[in-house]
T-cell receptor
Framework: GENVGLHLPTLSVQEGDNSIINCAYSNSASDYFIWYKQESGKGPQFIIDIRSNMDKRQGQRVTVLLNKTVKHLSLQIAATQPGDSAVYFCADDAGGTSYGKLTFGQGTILTVHP | GAVVSQHPSWVICKSGTSVKIECRSLDFQATTMFWYRQFPKQSLMLMATSNEGSKATYEQGVEKDKFLINHASLTLSTLTVTSAHPEDSSFYIC????????????FGQGTRLTVV
């Protein structure tokens, strides 16, 4: 998931629908994965995380799925609300001596229509 | 808990001047802080890793003499953009992590730099 300067992909949904946002990562050594929500002009806000020894983790209205075989993450948002409109980024952490050093995916713009 | 504060939130400066951005961990000691840059409609790109009491480690392509990083204490890291040019205009974001927090990174609110 390197940033190559392209426009971010977009996802438009109706309020109440479920949203699925996908992300690919490239580092097979990564063992910790996080989803962030970023609203305009703000820093990333933690949503949910998952470690490599799991393939699914659920939070409040959100679920993260991890497929290490194909290096793919997804974020599922249930009953999407207008307040969920934002840019969503996945990030992976290769750990080692620099925990917290993240590589961000391209990002997806989520727009929720009332 | 785990609050990271950046200051200023936005700054406008003239070309050729230097600008300092502060990143503070308010309720925990951050052994490591990270600085990212984000251009409009793009993702976050890591610029450097800052460890308290040692020199920062810069990512490939990031000029260490232009982006000076100081991590003088466990709660404060600063990024100084020296001799700023319009192409340095961007959104700069810091994050902080520590072993206490099991390596999780917490982000500041970002600083919008505009160089005119």
């Amino acid at each position: 998931g390197e940033n190559v300067g392209l426009h971010l992909p977009t996802l438009s949904v109706q309020e109440g629908d479920n949203s699925i946002i996908n992300c690919a990562y490239s580092n097979s050594a990564s063992d910790y994965f996080i989803w962030y929500k970023q609203e305009s002009g703000k820093g990333p806000q933690f949503i949910i995380d998952i470690r490599s020894n799991m393939d699914k983790r659920q939070g409040q209205r959100v679920t993260v799925l991890l497929n290490k075989t194909v290096k793919h993450l997804s974020l599922q948002i249930a009953a999407t609300q207008p307040g969920d409109s934002a840019v969503y980024f996945c990030a992976d952490d290769a750990g080692g001596t620099s925990y917290g050093k993240l590589t961000f995916g391209q990002g997806t713009i989520l727009t929720v229509h009332p | 808990g785990a609050v990271v504060s950046q200051h200023p939130s936005w700054v406008i400066c003239k070309s050729g001047t230097s600008v300092k951005i502060e990143c503070r961990s308010l309720d925990f000691q951050a052994t490591t802080m990270f600085w990212y840059r984000q251009f409009p409609k793009q993702s976050l790109m890591l610029m450097a890793t800052s460890n308290e009491g040692s020199k920062a480690t810069y990512e490939q392509g990031v000029e260490k003499d232009k982006f000076l990083i100081n991590h003088a204490s466990l709660t404060l890291s600063t990024l100084t953009v020296t001799s700023a040019h319009p192409e340095d205009s961007s959104f700069y974001i810091c994050s902080a992590s520590s072993g206490q927090l099991k390596g999780k990174a917490f982000f500041g609110q970002g600083t919008r730099l505009t160089v005119v």
